[in-house]
């Protein structure tokens, strides 16, 4: 690292003389300035490979410091140093181009790891630039024609090349692991693995040591090392998907794990140090969880560096189309069928639904219909796109294709189930809206079985994981969902 230079901003003398104490133990150059001017007049003068700027100082602060720099063309990486009061601004910061950012107090291993960070992924990114231009994977596994999904898609290779964590919002079903891995895909640490975690897909008392992993002998049942989910990806990149659903006891772990880019297993003595992309998606609104406090505020903020709605399937139905068709190849090659033309009434159909499930439905639609068609064309008839249950859901497509192939078994286990839909009618529904009676019926059920969500699931005819979502839409709508779950 002899070669590299790095500036440092701050107005604190302290605090400034103690970075550059921290850079020099690299054996990496530094100058310093106590203001944005000085630093600016600086940056202009010579060439910089890191820019550590402090956000809030006399004259010119961090910001407008940064902002001048992009002006004259000077793209040399800024990471600003914050108090979290100010985390809003450094967020701010990052949208528009900055490296990243650290929060005060911190130690000087942040510092250095910053910095063997920034200069590992420009080298590996040069390296990348040498051999197969990122376009050549720009569409790998995306299937879009709609301008919006377009410029999604533009600004996610752009946040690629940076270490920015990610937070992917929409609705379920709408692609988020699939922008999740193109952003992987063109990122320095494409070479590494990809590792998704499902959190609402693990029990909350082993969540700890799936993430974090733990050492042997660190609680009963412990007879051997684990590393954990963030060890596995490192070099690589680690998919928190659903991360709304991480309890609150463990947010504080998580968000170490973001300020200082280390993880320590149950009963580690010390912790580890990785170099692992993050990235996080959620169908919840975490800025309403952070203020009615059952989601950290400060992990909202260090997940919301660079955020990415992807849109319902109903608002781009330019895409239906392309996707059915990419959709019908996969499907026939896997079960090995002949790839089969929509006829017209099919494709009228299929860009007339509104896709409650976005395209994760969709698929389903497609696999069903290649596997069931029996003619020389999949006919609208094939779709199964209609029908309503009592809950107010989609009685097809399911989930699953295995749900029609055992459709029959199905219903006769539903008629010779204890809890019939009977027992959890609800009363006075005229006059109500579908959603209201179907809030109803669904609270009631729960609250009939003890809490019980696969039963409840069971009697209402949908899967846990549509359930699931519901008591998800029903908590950001402010009602307390935990009183039926008792």
């Given at each position: ?276 992309r993050v990235l996080a998606t959620t169908n919840r609104n975490l800025k309403v969880m952070s203020e009615e406090g059952s989601f950290r505020e400060d992990l909202y903020y ?185």
């Amino acid at each position: 690292m002899i070669d590299k230079n790095i500036l440092i901003v701050d107005d604190d003398d302290n605090m400034r003389e103690a970075m550059k104490e921290t850079v020099l133990r690299l054996g990496v150059s530094v100058d310093t300035a106590e203001n944005g001017r000085i630093g600016f007049e600086k940056a202009t003068k010579k060439v910089y490979d890191l820019i550590i700027s402090d956000m809030r100082m006399p004259e010119i602060d961090g910001l407008s410091m940064f902002e001048m720099l992009k002006a004259t063309g000077i793209k040399t990486p800024v990471c600003f140093v914050t108090a979290y009061g100010s985390v809003t601004g450094a967020v701010e910061a990052l949208k528009i181009g900055a490296y990243d950012y650290i929060l005060k107090p911190f130690s000087p291993e942040v510092i250095e790891e910053l910095i063997r960070r920034t200069f590992e992924l420009a080298g590996s990114q040069s390296s990348a630039a040498g051999n197969v231009p990122l376009e050549d994977n720009s569409k790998k596994g995306t299937v879009y024609k709609s301008a919006y999904m377009e410029h999604i898609f533009s600004l996610a290779k752009d946040v690629a090349e940076s270490e920015a964590t990610v937070l992917i919002t929409g609705e379920s079903g709408t692609g988020k692991e699939v922008l999740a891995r193109f952003i992987h895909e063109n990122s320095g640490h494409a070479k590494g693995p990809f590792v998704a975690v499902n959190c609402a897909a693990i029990p909350e008392n082993l969540i700890e040591s799936e993430l974090f992993g733990y050492e042997k002998g660190a609680f009963t049942g412990a007879v051997n090392k684990k590393i954990g989910k963030f060890e596995a990806a490192d070099g690589g990149t680690i998919l928190l998907d659903e991360i709304g659903e991480i309890p609150l006891h463990l947010q504080a772990k998580l968000l170490r794990v973001l300020q200082e880019r280390e993880v320590e297993r149950l009963g580690a003595l010390k912790p580890s140090k990785i170099n692992t992309r993050v990235l996080a998606t959620t169908n919840r609104n975490l800025k309403v969880m952070s203020e009615e406090g059952s989601f950290r505020e400060d992990l909202y903020y260090r997940l919301n560096v660079i955020s990415m709605e992807l849109p319902p399937l109903r608002d781009r139905k330019e895409d239906v189309a392309d996707l059915s068709l990419f959709f019908i190849k996969k499907y026939s090659e896997i079960n090995k069928k002949p790839v089969k033309p929509l006829s017209d009434d099919a494709l009228k159909t299929l860009q007339s639904y509104e896709w409650p499930g976005n395209v994760r439905e969709l698929e389903h639609t497609i696999e069903r219909a290649v596997v069931l068609s029996k003619t020389t064309e999949i006919t609208s008839k094939d779709l199964f796109l209609h029908g309503i249950t009592i809950a107010g859901f989609k009685s097809n497509p399911k989930e699953d294709i295995k749900d029609i192939i055992k459709e029959e078994k199905a219903e006769k286990d539903a008629k010779e189930a204890k809890y019939s839909a009977e027992e959890h009618k609800v009363d006075n529904a005229v006059g109500r809206t579908i959603a209201d009676v179907e809030q109803e019926l669904i609270l009631k059920t729960l609250q009939d079985v003890s809490g019980n969500r696969t039963k409840a699931a069971e009697i209402l005819g949908i899967t846990v994981r549509t359930l699931r979502n519901k008591l998800n839409e029903y908590r950001d709508a402010g009602i307390d969902v935990e009183e039926y779950l008792k």
